[in-house]
């Protein structure tokens, strides 16, 4: 179980995983739209090219990361309400949600297929999770010490 009982509470994880998918998807954009407008730029312009790529691009690649970050993050939390557990089940739930969500304004086809998959990709990212995890719990099993071999039980008075 990957119950994180040290967050904030949910008002506050959906504002800070809004801001934290944005930043991730800005950043992710910048180096990609950056590296994009460079390589399709004139040679005399490929800075100019780039910047400008940047521009045009990274706020809104940022945005939608933002988005679907700030979904998942509210239906996370509703999930996490309704269900009164802290569980795998919580984000493969939410990524249902989320997907279909997103999808909707493309028809009842789409909305299914996405919400499908969304739930899927999140199933995997879970199990993996839990494979480290048990992974890293095998890891750290404690051990009971090694004190060499016992020496040996000195012979009895009187034998």
Known sequence: MSADHSRDPCPLIIVNDFGGAF???????????GI????????????????????ARAPVVGGNFGVWGGLFSTFDCTVKAIRKREDHWNAIIAGFFTGGALAMRGGWKQTRNSAITCACVLGVFEGVGMMFQRFMAVQNK?????????????APLGA
């Open 23 to 33: 930043a991730m998807g800005a950043l992710g954009g910048t180096v990609w739209h």
């Open 36 to 55: 994009k407008g460079f390589r399709n730029s004139p040679i005399g312009e490929r800075r100019i090219g780039a910047i400008s790529a940047i521009k």
């Open 142 to 154: 404690p051990m009971a010490p090694d004190f060499g071999e016992a020496p040996a039980a000195p």
